[in-house]
């Protein structure tokens, strides 16, 4: 009995001390933080710990509530005597996260971090060290160059963008020409995306260098292309224009691409590769067009999104899977990749394009990012995997 | 008696009514505001109407004050019934402002902005429409390329960047040389800022289609650059370095662009320019490296900022200025400009150079951009207007 009420008084110590720590409700936290490469020069914030926790700190005195919010989730920050306000998150995936601030109810840039274009919005970034960043490191190593290219575009009546990544020898070596690859981003995000947080100029300077991937070219344009409505009572914006990328990139990206640059202009020296709404453009638009491309590159998205259930392949995109066989004769490279963590739709549908490819008989490379979810470390790696496949 | 009463009872209700007006101070506003150039794609805010004030508007539901602040003064916004704040500027100049907002004592961007690197920091930019804004903008002309080069630097023991502009025709005549104009930004500011808020590409691309300028390429660099001081306790950051920008200007980025570019590389077709403390360094590094250059441009500063004394040629630069007849045979163009609008120091020590040049017998041409101070529409202009007459 003696024993039971020992072991009695134990256990109710053990609750209590318990129920104390869920009501402080504390994580420890490693203070080991550092400036995120992505801290403006000069700021001490953002910063990262190796839980991958991120802290930011912004001077509100007179406000009553400051939040940092990183992919969705928001995080209180408490001010100290001098007004200044500090905040952790929860840890979070290695890689390139999107975030902002909320100054009592206004969602606010961070002004101590770099900004990119992504969820819609040039804001905040911050980047959680990996292990294998030494892919993506600016190294002592040749660099290419990343140029901006303008072009007027007939079709959507727009001045448009793109950004051009030229190999290292590309000036040197003025005789050469070399193989294009079109790389697009995802939804929200603009034609920035892929050299800035995508880091897609040092992934090929590194794989150059190491004589894993072979010289190319890489554009890099904006999926967004709206073609006029016409009519006296056509809308001139809105939901009355369409969508004419593809139209873009083939009557006129390509054709100025191929005219201004030193490229191999024919279908076996020209790829496509995007990520999420980029891969479903990269795998209708290159299905469209097989007299154009040979290699085909889907990070994190397929054609049936956001679709996991099993594909007919008689009616899918016009049947154009029927024979996959045949189509193997055809496509050098067919690549796809996403990363482990995921969020639905993407694991299944691509899961069901996968298995339309198996079923058809046309042979896949596929290739997952262990521990990302649908984000820029996922992509990075997939461009790292991809591109030394290609033009072999 | 009689008229004096009357006279006295005018009087008074003159200032009466003045009295009135100081005490509601509401200027009318001209409600023709539009969205600024520089408002995010798909944002409606920042706007600016047709006296040059700059609308901005931001939900802070929560919020007890909110502040537009431009040129460093701060404007009250007001908030409506959704809890979103809008608030008008005083007219601004034409051209080009840094901006940022004030929530509850946050110094934020403005999250509908573009952003773009001054004033110490990337933030808010916004621009107010001038009437020559022709010459910079995007025109149905033949485009040249911007260009990200990534350089090593062995001086300051860290890897550096420039943006390299292209003409129009570099890449379609490949047998082609061309000369070369340095042009550097203004402190607190970086080597995206001619391209960027600069606008010198469109400028250079339009007076090229005009056959106003010969094809040139143009390299803006970072102008702040520290080498490592050594010893066992000296400090690897801070005071303890120092600047090195004339060195690695003159022993490894005009080396690197000479091996890159197709360039002349001569001194007389090297030209630098540059803006405010560009424009000290400009002067002292060209001056200091006759053998090197040809062409010289100082954009609102010179290098006797900010002293509006006269200067003693005999002491001034190690004596450099004492022969302006012999250096006018070395120097083709020495060229210098402000904006009427400039404040102190800017006026007084340019002016105490030209008169030092004008002694010394050393020719130089004059421009003042209209209206303008120490912003970009001044070094837009500058730079149109020193361009044309480089490499003739």
């Keep these: 009995m003696k024993r039971h009420i020992i072991g009695l008084v134990i ?68 001010k100290d005597e001098n007004g200044v306000w500090t905040g952790d998150s929860d840890p979070q995936d290695p890689g390139f996260h999107y975030y902002q601030m909320w100054v009592d109810g206004a969602a606010v840039p961070d002004p101590n971090s770099l900004y990119f274009y992504g969820a819609g919005r040039w804001g905040s970034g911050v980047e959680v060290p990996c292990d294998d960043q030494d892919f993506f490191a600016l190294k002592n190593v040749p660099h290419g160059q990343v140029r901006e290219q303008l072009y007027y575009s007939q079709i959507t009546e727009k001045w448009r963008r793109c950004f051009v990544y030229t190999p290292p020898d590309y000036e040197q070596n003025v005789s050469a020409r070399y193989p294009v690859l079109y790389l697009q981003h995802g939804s929200f995000e603009d034609e920035t995306g892929w050299a800035n947080q995508g880091k897609a100029n040092l992934i090929l300077d590194n794989l150059i260098a190491d004589k894993k991937a072979v010289p190319m070219i890489i554009v890099m344009d904006n999926g967004y292309a709206m073609k006029p409505s016409r009519g006296a009572d056509a809308p001139r914006r809105g939901p009355g224009m369409f969508s004419a990328f593809e139209d873009v990139l083939i009557k006129e990206v390509i054709p100025m691409i191929d005219a201004s640059y030193r490229t191999i202009a024919d279908r076996e020296h020209r790829a496509m590769a995007g990520l999420s709404m980029g891969a479903n453009q990269t795998i209708r638009i290159t299905m469209n067009n097989l007299d154009m491309f040979s290699h085909i590159g889907g990070f994190s998205g397929t054609s049936n999104y956001p679709s996991p259930d099993k594909i007919d392949r008689a009616a899918f995109m016009d049947g154009k899977f029927k024979d996959g066989k045949a189509l193997g004769k055809k496509i050098k490279l067919f690549w796809l990749g996403m990363g482990t963590k995921e969020p639905n739709p993407f694991p299944g549908s691509i899961a069901a394009f996968r298995e339309m490819l198996d079923e058809a008989g046309m042979k896949h490379v596929y290739y997952e990012s262990p521990g990302t979810a649908h984000e820029w470390l996922t992509w990075r790696r997939s461009l790292y995997q991809f591109s030394p496949l290609l033009f072999r």
């Design 11 to 78: 256990l109710m110590l053990t609750f209590s001390s318990w129920s104390c720590l869920a009501q402080t409700d504390q994580p420890t936290v490693k203070e080991d933080f550092n400036p995120s490469s992505t801290s403006q020069p000069g700021k001490e914030y953002p910063q990262v710990n190796s839980e991958g926790r991120v802290r930011t700190s912004i001077s509100a005195p007179e406000a009553h509530k400051v939040l940092l919010d990183i992919g969705g989730v928001k995080f209180d920050m408490t």
